[in-house]
């Protein structure tokens, strides 16, 4: 696979041999090695979860491997900080780019490396014109006074790329740069990739938009599950083939997917929509059925999610559940009508660490297992055992702070948490990202036996082995709108990689 | 319009403009340049404490000690005066500056290496700071006739026509305006809070900066303290008592955040002119000077109520037809 | 997959008896200091084991801990309510001016209470309603509620309450049990079954650890945060019918710098400055330490402001030590 002649002649700008890395309960990057080299786009692809994110942060500093060696320009490096990695020249433009709002466009590319008059002050002039000579590079036409916060996301892509050249990195790793730009901007970000290129820097590039990776990388590497699966030339491969090797198993043989007869409509929705998130938004959801929702991240799935549990309002719509029409004002409202919403950002909006895990679990139906207000807390573990022993919670006791399980356990706590408040929906949003295999399986499990139970399950996944082996049907979504329906019998990765990317399909 | 509304320097200076035209209505004389120049001197002291109380709350923290420490300061300076009349009054200026600097150090320290919230600490030091006037002081006062002509004079001599006080806020101010603008410091205040995270990112420790900005407060606290205790040429244990709150008042309705991050030199002055501009315009338009604490209680909760629309942030767009409105 | 369902784990409810987590908590800590303050007390003054003597000293505590109860919760549920001693300002201006109007007791509680209410709810229409940060916002009001009484008073003061008024501050429910220490008890009580007997309780809690993810779990944040502004103020009326009544008069400086000592009788009961964590056993023992310190102070002559760095050091060092203390045991343990 290696025989790429080019490249072997080219010394590497950053090479990584045998990168390990573990957190808790889960081998997050297993014997990994990688290569940049200079003037050439390396495109990274794989699943979420597969070790990309990981990746990233042990190149800039933020993770240090448990085993493997970095090596830059031949010597071994060391990247015990952020600041580390940046010295060395590497240097990361994320999708939620890590910049300061208050501070001027100019400011924000030269911070902790400002130019200095003969008196150590910083000097404003040579300051701003240098910025502008760096935008400039970086092909934006940008005014350096103005305040970051007035830019869009693709205008802050810019800055930062602006600071990686100020910086004269050799490294650039570009995550999903694309993700959140319109039409035009990706163009510009193409010709500048091309530009850094032509600089000779090396580039690694994350993306899941198949077009993109072909028309602008020169390699490819693939990771699944954690382990680099393959490499080469993107001239030697084609975009089946990549899915292929990134979808990687037979899907479908691990999922517990149960044949459940599928009842009556339990909820519609129509006409939703939101004046800036999402638009047209309608489908049924039936009793016993598990609904995929698809999309890249950033496609307005869990916001949506969240309008319909009435933590942000729509514009217009309607909701039906059971046939009748339902007005929800507040998460409060949604669960007493049926519908729960297990969030995404576990940290944030699902668990409360600070409290038990029997605390959690009863949060939401605490007017259940209370009399007149009043706690009991013989019914409250008596929930929480139930429950947590139905989704396998692996912990000490049900008085131990949420906080001190592992992320898989967590996921299990919150789900209980829901659940115990007995819905007739629930919608699970990215119920198994960043969890360990053994609590995926687990949660997999649960949620056949819910539906088998007759619960109307909504998930929302960017998995696609998991939305494959578990959905019924599925929705895919870009840019705030339906972009397709699939049943579960023609179902293909291929499909929805398409649909959710915008990518035509091919004459 | 809009953009005015945007700029929140802009918003108070025509604020002040409107409050001076209103006076003006009922009293012309007091728009006379040489009233005008009473109102800044009378301010001077609030706006150089305010300068501080903005670096501190640029990192997102708060300094509630501010008053409590330019009384000691001004006590220890007063005292210093009264048991060495000869000591010259520069060094008695940077006595009070070295302790006062000592105390936001403390006050610094506790935030950076202990990482107490610093509403705690400098709740907690507020009332140490207090309590050790009375030790010190025994909780007498030192009245004018103890202090040297030399000491009280200071503020009040003139120079080109304006007082000592007056000036020295102005070197204040510039000298803020340099260290917040030109200074790596300066900038890092604003990263710290603006974005904690992203600071580490970029290489700035953040208990580092926040210790810096309490020194910064303590040391013009110090400042002030000679200033406070030589121009009103008095000193005991409750001089600026709740003083920590007008500071804070003046900031907030300068529109520095108090979340962070936000804020400039231009709106800490015209904030603490803001309310300068109030208290001296009551007794002139017949309201009863007692009516000043409610007012600049209603202009606190406004001005944070203002902010608060102005900072509001937009949410992610993700719908195209959206984003090309 | 199926074969984990086969056996399902026993998790036991809780891996510790009542007693083991009460003896390493907090409060059981707060327990010997009190003690040790008592002991102390005892052996330097003759005269501190009289039960007036005694009865006298919960005098100097009550007030402040009837508000710092409210406050306890609004702590834990994340917020800070810095406005308190000014409410205790207004309300007793309120009264002052209805005894000129000529209304008698009964009508005074009741404006007390009422203007108590109304300053928290606009308090908690302010931070819930605007979404406002309620430290600045109490800031405000704080200088508004007593700047009102200054408008009010100037520098006059209200002196002739009604002689019925005087028994909320100065009478006696039964033998050496004054009114305003059997009404520190009553609240304890009210306030410690509220906070971890209720759902409410909970719901407090919850928001203090994760104001997201409580409302996400159908807690009502804003309503329970409303309420709570709503109790702090009702407590802060009740409170300045107690001072008025004690003191007599009512001047606009009244109960100058309590909210400060209201929080730190509030940090000093184990309650987390950043929310979430926090009980009323320990405020009740913060609060008999505070007023035991004061007393203990006052019979050995110590004068007052001593007494207040003694507390600055206290507030301070009950944060400082545990965050020292595990520092020290996570480097033995490397």
Known sequence: ?507 | MANILKNRELLLVAAIAVLLVLITWRFPAFVAPSNLARVYNDTSILIILALGQMAVILTRCIDLSMAANLALSGMMAAMLNAAYPGLPIPLIILAAVMLGTLLGMINGALVWKLDIPPIVVTLGTLTIYRGLIFLLSDGKWINAHQMSDAFKALPRDELAGFPVLSWLSLVMIGLVFLVMSRTALGRAFYAVGGNPHAAVYTGIDVGRTRFFAYCLSGALAGLSGYLWVSRYAVAYVDIALGFELDIIAACVIGGISIAGGIGTVAGAVLGALFLGVIKNALPVINISPFAQMAISGMVIIIAVAVNARAERRKGRVILRKAEAV | ?334
């Open chain 1, 1 to 507: 696979m290696l025989q790429d002649t080019l490249t072997s002649r080219m010394k590497p700008a950053i090479a990584l041999e045998g990168i390990s890395k573990s957190f808790p309960g889960v081998k997050a990057l297993s014997d990994v090695s990688l290569s940049l080299y200079p003037g050439s786009v390396t495109a990274l692809v794989g699943e979420n979860g597969a070790g990309k994110s990981t990746l990233v942060k042990i190149l800039t500093g933020i993770y240090q491997p448990d085993e493997g060696t970095i090596c830059v320009a031949d010597k071994e490096v060391h990247f015990p900080t952020a600041l580390a990695a940046a010295r060395a020249g590497v240097t990361a433009i994320h999708q939620e780019t890590v910049l300061f709002d208050e501070l001027s466009v100019a400011e924000n590319i030269f911070l902790g490396h400002a130019p200095r008059n003969r008196f150590g002050l910083i000097d404003w002039k040579k300051l701003n014109a240098d910025a502008r000579a760096l935008l400039a590079r970086a092909g934006a036409d940008l005014d350096p006074t103005i305040r970051l916060r007035d830019l869009g996301i693709a205008r802050k892509h810019l800055v930062a790329i602006a600071r990686a050249l100020s910086i004269d990195a050799q490294v650039v790793i570009m995550d999903e740069p694309t993700a959140a730009l319109s039409h035009k901007e990706i163009h510009e970000l193409y010709a500048l990739v091309e530009r850094l290129k032509a600089e000779g820097k090396a580039i690694l590039f994350i993306s899941h938009k198949f077009d993109e990776i072909f028309r602008i990388a020169d390699r490819y590497t693939v990771f699944r599950d954690g382990t680099m699966v393959d490499e080469g030339l993107i001239a030697d491969v084609s975009q089946d083939e990549l899915v292929r090797l990134m979808v990687g198993r037979a899907v479908g043989s691990v999922y517990p997917k149960k044949d459940v007869a599928i009842g009556e409509p339990v909820l519609t929705v129509s006409g939703y929509r939101h004046p800036t998130e999402f638009e047209d938004i309608n489908f049924e959801l039936r009793r016993g059925e598990i609904l995929g929702f698809y999309g890249l991240v950033g496609a307005g799935r869990s916001e949506f999610m969240q309008s319909l549990i009435g933590v942000t309002r729509p514009s217009a719509g309607a909701v039906r559940l059971d046939g009748e029409i339902l007005v929800i004002r507040s998460p409060s409202e949604a669960i007493r009508a049926g519908i729960v919403y297990v969030p995404e950002e576990r940290g944030r909006q699902g668990a409360i660490i600070g409290l038990p895990i029997f605390q959690n679990v009863t949060l939401p139906s605490l007017s259940r297992t209370s009399r007149s207000g009043f706690l009991k807390l013989a019914n409250e573990f008596a929930i929480a055992r139930e429950y947590t022993s139905r989704l396998d919670l692996r912990a000490a006791s049900l008085d131990q702070d949420v906080g001190t399980l592992s992320g898989g356990n967590q996921q299990k706590v919150v789900i209980a948490k829901w659940l115990a408040t007995r819905p007739k929906v629930i919608i699970l949003d990215e119920p198994t990202k960043g969890i360990d295999i053994g609590s995926k399986a687990a949660v997999h499990a649960f949620m056949s036996e819910l539906a088998a139970e007759g619960l109307s399950v909504i998930m929302v996944s960017s998995e696609i082995p998991e939305i494959m082996g578990m959905s019924d049907r599925v929705i895919v979504m870009r840019e705030g709108r339906i972009a397709g329906r699939f049943e579960r019998a023609d179902l293909t990765a291929e499909k929805l990689v398409r649909a959710a990317a915008g990518i035509q399909e091919a004459a």
């Open chain 3, 1 to 334: 997959m199926a074969e984990t369902h086969l056996t399902p784990r026993n998790i036991p409810d809780r891996l510790e008896g009542r007693g083991a987590r009460l003896l390493k908590s907090w409060e059981s800590l707060l327990l010997v200091v009190a003690c040790l303050i008592f002991l102390g007390n005892s052996l330097a003054s003759p005269y501190f084991l009289d039960p007036w003597n005694l009865s006298d000293a919960t005098f100097n505590f009550t007030e402040k801990a009837i508000i710092a109860f409210a406050m306890a919760l609004v702590i834990i549920s994340g917020e800070i309510d810095l406005s308190v001693a000014s409410i205790i300002a207004l309300a007793s201006t309120a009264m002052g001016y209805a005894v000129q109007l000529g209304f008698d007791t009964p009508a005074l509680v009741v404006i007390g209470l009422a203007v108590g209410l109304a300053c928290g709810a606009i308090n908690g229409l302010l931070i819930t309603g605007l979404g406002l940060p309620s430290i600045v916002v109490t800031i405000g009001t704080m200088s508004l509620f007593r700047g009102l009484s200054f408008i009010v008073l100037g520098d006059q003061a209200f002196t002739s309450y009604p002689d019925s008024f005087a028994w909320f501050g100065q009478g006696y429910v039964w033998w050496v049990f004054s009114f305003e220490f059997t009404l520190f008890v009553v609240l304890a009580i009210v306030y410690g079954v509220v906070l971890h007997k209720t759902n409410f309780g909970r719901a407090v809690y919850a928001i203090g650890n994760n104001q997201t993810a409580a409302l996400f779990s159908g807690i009502r944040v804003a309503r329970v945060k409303f309420i709570l502004f709503l109790l702090t103020g009702l407590m802060a009326g009740l409170a300045s019918i107690c001072l008025t009544s004690r003191l007599g008069s009512t001047r606009p400086s009244i109960a100058l710098g309590w909210e400060l000592e209201v929080v730190t009788m509030v940090v000093l009961g184990g309650v987390n400055i950043l929310g979430g964590s926090g009980t009323i056993p320990g405020v009740v023992l913060a609060a008999l330490i505070m007023g035991m310190v004061t007393f203990g102070f006052g019979l050995l002559n110590v004068p007052g402001i001593v007494m207040s760095i003694f507390i600055g050091l206290l507030l301070i060092s009950v944060i400082a030590l545990p965050i020292l203390w595990r520092r020290a045991r996570r480097r033995l343990a490397h």
